[in-house]
T-cell receptor, first 112, second 115 residues
């Protein structure tokens, strides 16, 4: 069975204090790994897609990396507006649509 | 573009009542999806559609029904609501599968309470 595990469940950082969020996965036939940001009361917002081990993508203070077993979302010098829940999802090879299996997320709080 | 829109934003149902959650996208996406999100749990796929007239079950389809008569609309029907269906429901859409894979775009959600 495909599994996605995110850690930590919650993370509290001071502004400027860099850290990383982890997403480990056990799937057969990874097609893509996705990172989303979710603000309270809103739908998930797409951040990155990673396809193969060694790939990296960056957007402002965020950088996502991928290995064969896990992905990291690195947050450099975070600001309070980076506070959100970060979701990881994997897409596996299936016969039909793009089905995603989601982790339970990491709640990030960045304080002044 | 409005993206993915969902109505209503909130709804309270009594046990046994029925309702339809509406979802519309204006991005001409082929694929549409319904998820539910419960506290402390990951998003779970309820149903999905690969195009007008074609739907299939996801991980947790029991108690729900869908239809897709147009590219834009993908309503989710709850029959005989139960407390276990209390959740936040998200609709999403994407272009298609294949490589590269296309990310799913989510609506703002419908918060449903069944009492």
């Amino acid at each position: 069975e495909d599994q996605v595990t995110q850690s930590p469940e919650a993370l509290r950082l001071q502004e400027g204090e860099s850290s990383s969020l982890n997403c480990s996965y056990t799937v057969s036939g990874l097609r893509g790994l996705f990172w989303y940001r979710q603000d309270p009361g809103k739908g998930p917002e797409f951040l990155f897609t990673l396809y193969s081990a060694g790939e990296e993508k960056e957007k402002e203070r965020l950088k996502a990396t991928l290995t064969k077993k896990e992905s990291f979302l690195h947050i450099t010098a975070p600001k309070p507006e980076d506070s959100a829940t970060y979701l990881c999802a994997v897409q596996v090879r299936t016969g039909t649509a793009s089905k995603l299996t989601f982790g339970t997320g990491t709640r990030l709080q960045v304080t002044l | 573009n409005a993206g993915v829109t969902q109505t209503p934003k909130f709804r309270i149902l009594k046990i046994g009542q029925s309702m339809t959650l509406q979802c519309t996208q204006d991005m001409n996406h082929n694929y549409m999806y319904w998820y539910r999100q419960d506290p402390g749990m990951g998003l779970k796929l309820i149903y999905y559609s690969v195009g007008a007239g074609i739907t299939d079950k996801g991980e947790v389809p029991n108690g729900y029904n869908v239809s897709r008569s147009t590219t834009e609309d993908f309503p989710l029907r709850l029959e005989l609501a139960a407390p276990s269906q209390t959740s936040v429901y998200f609709c999403a859409s994407s272009y298609r599968t294949g490589r590269p894979t296309y990310e799913q775009y989510f609506g703002p959600g419908t918060r449903l309470t069944v009492t």
